[in-house]
């Protein structure tokens, strides 16, 4: 065996290493990443957090060196120095950084910490003035060889105080202007406060494939899938694990014809979804795409709405519920609010009647679980915040009520995992937040916030340090749509990211567990979910589908149709001969390919224009049978009276009857004579 080992070997040997080997391609990590950059100068590598700051961090971030293998291992075709750029991004080593083209930063001004310009510079013992021998001009001819370029001249400076600038000269080209310390505080101080947060926002994909503003978003807790909603009536799935870098949708389907999609909801199991359209019924559809069933509509000439089995009227947000997966929330525009059991479509198990100054029927816009499922928020037209808590024997009214909370609409709702802070996002363009223990007054206003769509929404991070939401494009501004970001501690402005120059941001998302960033965006015409993530802080997700490459296409996936002549085969079974000559010659005649009737030219036939040559359909019969001669054009009509007058006096046809009887006519004489008497 070890003889032909060594034979194999030896013969081995003689050929190169990829003869007989069809390797696959592999894909630069760092050429992938930096197709989706996006634009602006690329980020420094986050700092290695300290103890005390270390529990601020998302917990999905803290990636650690041993993890970085994993992580990027987890990524398919990857080269060896890709995952070596990729480790050394998320270890923070600045070395790998400087080859990924990522720039370190300097740090408190010290030339030590900057990045080497021109050739290295001289010993510490080197002195402008040696020429290679001593200071008295002792063994010139020993040690006196010049290497290189001829050294700068020596400056000539009066004062003694210059000296040590005499004896380090300048080698190589100039160093870079040095900037103000105090700018360079500042730059410090704002690079620090987006390394404390850590966004990941350095690269950037966009899941096209609607027409229209995408209104509704949803990613399953597992972070494989994602749920795009829009306003051309679709719904279409994207799979994080089965794209490639082509980034299309694996299912698109219309739930309801003609409706708008308002919200799209994922189960705390993921394996089913809610879907609230337009229309007064929501659906559920299993992982698939795939309808499991569809609430049943109420009766809408019944007035008291507690004795309804269903909405009546178009919903406006749904929400499952985040800890039982047969439970949902639906509210609509009747104004009333409903939770169902998915396991009974033809009735609800509650309804709740918002309390209302007036009596009446107000729309609820939106509604909201809070974290455990415990307490429901609804949003009334009228601008108030109503919420109540699950408990026995608890019924329509509200345990909170806060009147004109907005001026306006409420679009958005969203509690903290704590159950102490309340966001809400109206069509008043403010952003309000709410302490849950004293709603008086709110905590902090927000304003200057367009927003111009009933499904804006709010976000908090996965550590709940930071909220987020969109805004909406105005007509005479030239600011796009925004993702702004806002500190909970602080309750101040601590970001914008621009999402789109021209497209309104309507929902939003930050997922744990991939810590990604989703937006969804869009106008009149189009539409679009931006992804937003960072190779050394996100995981999976984008990440899986960016660096796949779409599959090429071999000869097998070409399957070309035979064509077979059978001249002997019997007539049933036979071709049909062409008939391409008889088609065209039967296009050529107007009467068998039923051309249709040129419009008229000119001023028409008879002082009327149509093709008819009258307004009549009796007198065009009439004309092409030849009955009517129009030759009245051309006569005087008093000759053509009364060249029928013999005729008539002859044999009269109408007045025959009165023959004998008729009397004679007497006519009036002249007064003509008279008058010239």
């Not at 202007?177 to 101080?189: K, L, M, N, R």
């Not at 914008?496 to 497209?503: A, L």
Request: with cysteine; charged share 30%.
């Amino acid at each position: 065996m070890e003889d032909e080992a060594e034979i194999y070997d030896g013969v081995r040997a003689q050929f190169p290493l990829t003869f007989g080997k069809q390797s696959k391609p592999q894909t630069s990590l760092e050429s992938v990443h930096s197709a989706t950059r996006r634009g602006g100068p690329a980020p420094a590598p986050a700092p290695a957090p300290d103890p005390a700051s270390s529990s601020s961090l998302p917990s999905t971030t803290s990636a650690a060196g041993d993890a970085g293998a994993s992580k990027s291992s987890g990524l398919p075709s990857l080269s060896s120095s890709s995952a070596a750029w990729l480790e050394g991004l998320r270890a923070g080593n600045p070395r790998a950084g400087r080859e990924a083209g990522i720039g370190s930063r300097g740090g408190n001004g010290e030339d030590g910490n900057r990045a080497m310009i021109g050739p290295p510079r001289p010993p510490p013992g080197f002195s402008a003035n040696d020429d290679g021998g001593d200071e008295d001009g002792e063994d010139d001819d020993d040690d006196g060889v010049m290497v290189g370029p001829p050294p700068p001249p020596p400056r000539n400076l009066g004062d003694d105080d210059d000296d040590e600038e005499e004896e380090e000269a300048m080698i190589g080209p100039p160093r870079p202007p040095v900037v103000d310390s105090d700018e360079e505080e500042e730059e410090e101080e704002e690079e620090e406060e987006e390394n404390r947060y850590r966004l990941p926002l350095s690269n950037e994909i966009v899941l096209k494939g609607h027409n229209k503003i995408v209104s509704a978003l949803a990613v399953d807790p597992t972070g494989s899938r994602v749920l795009s909603g829009s306003y051309d009536y679709t719904v279409r799935m994207f799979d994080f694990q089965g794209m490639n870098s082509r980034l299309s949708s694996f299912r698109d389907f219309e739930p309801v014809e003609g409706h708008q999609v308002r919200n799209l909801s994922w189960s705390p199991t993921a394996d089913r979804f809610l879907c609230v359209t337009g229309s007064a019924q929501a659906k559920i559809y299993d992982r698939d795409g795939l309808t499991l069933g569809e609430f049943v509509k109420g009766d809408m000439y019944i007035r008291d709405l507690k004795n309804t089995k269903g909405h009546i009227t178009g919903l406006t947000w749904g929400e499952w519920h985040p800890k039982t997966k047969e439970t949902i929330l639906t509210s609509s525009e009747d104004g009333s609010l409903r939770i169902w059991d998915v396991n009974d479509f033809k009735s609800q198990k509650q309804v709740i009647k918002p309390k209302l100054a007036r009596p009446g029927r107000v729309p609820v816009t939106t509604c909201t679980w809070d974290r455990e499922g415990k307490c429901i928020a609804g949003g009334i037209g009228d601008g108030s915040i109503q919420i109540w808590n699950l408990k026995p024997g608890w019924g329509s009214r509200p345990d909170i009520h806060v009147e004109q909370a907005h001026s306006d609409d409420i679009t958005g709702l969203k509690f903290s995992s704590d159950g102490k802070i309340l966001l809400t996002r109206s069509f008043d363009d403010s952003l309000k937040v709410w302490d849950l223990r004293l709603m008086k007054n709110p905590l902090k206003v927000f304003e200057d916030l367009p927003n111009h769509y009933a499904q804006t929404n709010i976000a908090f991070s996965p550590d709940e340090q930071l909220f987020l939401t969109g805004t909406s494009v105005e007509r005479e501004s030239t600011i796009g749509g925004l993702l702004c970001f806002f500190d909970r501690s602080k309750l101040e402005l601590v970001s914008r990211i621009g999402i789109s120059p021209t497209c309104s941001v309507v929902q939003c998302a930050w997922h744990p567990r991939l810590n990604q960033i989703f937006a969804t965006s869009g106008d009149k015409s189009q539409g679009g979910t931006h992804v937003l993530y960072d190779p050394t802080l996100s995981e999976r997700g984008a990440l899986v589908c960016v660096a796949r490459a779409p599959r090429k296409k071999s000869v097998d996936d070409f399957e070309l149709k035979p064509v077979i002549h059978n001249p002997h085969a019997l007539p049933m079974f036979r071709d049909q001969p062409s008939r391409k000559r008889q088609r065209e010659k039967i296009l050529k005649d107007p009467l068998k390919s039923h051309k249709p009737e040129l419009p008229m030219n000119g001023p028409g036939h008879g002082g009327r224009v149509g093709a008819s040559k009258g307004s009549l359909l009796t007198q065009y019969l009439l004309k092409q049978g030849g009955m009517i001669k129009e030759t009245w054009m051309d006569e005087d009509p008093r000759e053509a009276i009364l060249k029928h007058a013999d005729a008539a006096e002859k044999n009269p046809k109408f007045t025959r009857a009165y023959a004998e009887t008729q009397p004679d006519p007497v006519f009036a004489k002249s007064d003509s004579e008279d008058e010239d008497k």
